[in-house]
């Protein structure tokens, strides 16, 4: 049961572009949500979260919007730019799970920008 | 800053062995949590380790299992390897209490033939 599910496997943007990356998720439990990328041969790298009692997150070009009601979470990259290109993760933690961190991880994107 | 290392890098295995993973915390934290993925899949959580007791447990059968040691490194075991055990194997540290992001390693590469 794929509580996270990332529908699109890749991506391809224009360099410049928006880059929008979706995710959905099926547990009313989670509470907090967290957008990782990751580049071949190393581990995710965190980029960004969103509580939920907030509808979006701003940091510099990357920004993540959250809809409780839609279970429904996107990552906007603007402009995106070629070291952009990596496979991004979205993933889940839970109320029951304060001070004990599980995430749930989607099952990732592969983002290409194209120069 | 010191981030998380793992040891080693990549390890082939027979079926039916044991092996023991490591994994160094970022300075600073005392939580440690391993995660399993499989080729083509997010990473699936096994267990946490917070101030050297399990803190939570995935969905994985007891021949996996792990030890926190009061410098916060890590190890994960799996006895009685099978083939599906084949996988990248992340180890990611963080700082509770608190709702802190967790930092990665570079994995380690687990074939099982």
């Known amino acids: 049961d794929q509580q996270v599910k990332q529908n699109s496997p890749s991506l391809s943007v224009q360099e410049g572009r928006i880059s929008i990356l979706n995710c959905d998720y099926t547990?009313?439990?989670?509470?907090?949500f967290l957008w990782y990328k990751k580049y071949p041969a190393e581990g995710p790298t965190f980029l960004i979260s969103i509580s939920s009692i907030k509808d979006k997150n701003e940091d510099g070009r990357f920004t993540v919007f959250l809809n409780k009601s839609a279970k429904h979470l996107s990552l906007h990259i603007v402009p995106s730019q070629p070291g952009d290109s990596a496979v991004y993760f979205c993933a889940a933690d839970e109320i029951s799970n304060f001070g004990n961190e599980k995430l749930t991880f989607g099952t990732g994107t592969r983002l290409t920008i194209i120069p | 800053e010191t981030g998380v290392t793992q040891s080693p890098t990549h390890l082939i295995k027979t079926r039916g062995q044991q092996v023991t993973l490591r994994c160094s915390s970022q300075s600073g934290h005392n939580t440690v949590s391993w995660y399993q993925q499989a080729l083509g899949q997010g990473p699936q959580f096994i267990f946490q380790y917070y101030r050297e007791e399990e803190n939570g447990r995935g969905n994985f059968p007891p021949r996996f299992s792990g030890l926190q040691f009061p410098n916060y490194s890590s190890e994960l075991n799996v006895n009685a390897l099978e083939l599906d055990d084949s996988a990248l194997y992340l180890c990611?540290?963080?700082?509770?209490?608190?709702?802190?992001?967790?930092?990665f390693g570079p994995g380690t590469r687990l074939t099982v033939t």
């Open positions: 547990n009313s439990m989670f509470d907090y």
């Open positions: 990611a540290s963080s700082q509770l209490p608190g709702r802190g992001e967790q930092y």
